[in-house]
């Protein structure tokens, strides 16, 4: 496995919480040593948190949408 494709499967991993708590340790001190892996970490976060940020405004139109009539964009 390459390095790149590690660092992403560990990456996902840590985000969604199913590293075990030994590899979640590893990882951290990966993190700590390795400064191009953590800002591969902050960058993930970041498109993470910007398609959930998305979605919820998604929901929250819909949501008015169907209670108060069509929303606007």
């Known amino acids: 496995m390459s390095k790149d494709l590690k660092n992403i499967k560990d990456i996902d991993g840590y985000l969604s919480g199913e590293l075990n708590p030994e590899n979640r340790e590893e990882f951290e001190k990966k993190l700590q040593a390795d400064i191009d892996l953590k ?3 902050d960058a993930i976060k970041q498109v ?7 979605a ?3 929901m929250l139109k819909e ?3 169907r209670n108060f009539g069509k929303g606007t964009e």
Do not use: M, S
């Open 63 to 65: 949501i008015h949408a």
């Open 39 to 41: 800002e591969e970490l």
């Open 48 to 54: 993470v948190e910007g398609i959930q940020g998305h």
């Open 56 to 58: 919820f405004k998604q």
